[in-house]
């Protein structure tokens, strides 16, 4: 189970969903994100704050993923885009993809999915983005804006969220809302393994 800093890259994201000319300042607002929340992944090069300001981020989110620049603005990528276009978004941050391939046997009816180096899988259905799934590849890679990724305990995770927590066929499952995942153990200093939301190809 698997599992922005550029002119260019903002450009690609307003083609994804520009808006409407007599909605602009309302969806300007509404695509504004709180500074102090963005994650912004930080190099290994002996410089961490001149790599992170030029390093582009990828966040997780229960509908979809948010891009962020270096400047601080940020560009959703809900589910039900375009295939392309997620495609293009998430490989600004997370490389080169993989090759699609079919899983005609996922629970929901069969998915298209695409991985990525780092633990990120996006999967689509009928060329739209419909969910994503990210395993402990590269522990701390991908994160919410809330900074909820693989390695993040329960004790941490709850401090920002509220989550619920069974024991499944797969193990210890949290559910947050719309996201969920597995926890190497129940208690509070279990840590998250695997993190998931919308259609994926999860099999109990």
């Known amino acids: 189970m698997k599992r922005i800093a550029t002119a ?5 994201l307003a083609a994804c969903g520009a808006p409407e000319a007599g909605n602009q300042p309302e969806q300007a607002q509404a695509a504004a994100v709180n500074e102090a929340e963005i994650f912004v992944p930080q190099g290994d090069d002996g410089n961490s704050a001149q790599a992170a300001a030029k390093t582009p981020a990828l966040g997780l989110s229960p509908d979809g993923l948010t891009l962020v620049s270096a400047d601080g603005s940020a560009r959703q990528v809900n589910f039900g885009i375009a295939q392309d276009d997620a495609m293009r978004a998430a490989s600004v941050v997370a490389g080169k993809p993989g090759n699609p391939m079919l899983n005609p046997d996922c629970p929901s009816g069969p998915l298209d999915s695409v991985d990525f180096a780092d633990g990120l899988t ?10 994503w799934d990210v395993d402990d590849t590269e522990p701390g890679r991908f994160t919410t804006m809330s900074g909820v990724g693989i390695g993040t305990t329960r004790r941490a995770m709850e401090r920002s969220v509220v989550i619920e927590v069974e024991n ?7 559910r947050a809302g719309a996201l969920s995942g597995l926890l190497s153990a129940p ?6 393994m695997q993190l998931w939301a919308g259609t994926t190809c999860i099999f109990r």
């Open 122 to 131: 996006l999967f689509f259905e009928g060329a739209r983005f419909v969910g």
């Open 187 to 192: 208690g509070e200093t279990g840590r998250v």
């Open 8 to 12: 260019a890259l903002l450009g690609m």
């Open 168 to 174: 499944t066929s797969l193990g210890h499952e949290f």
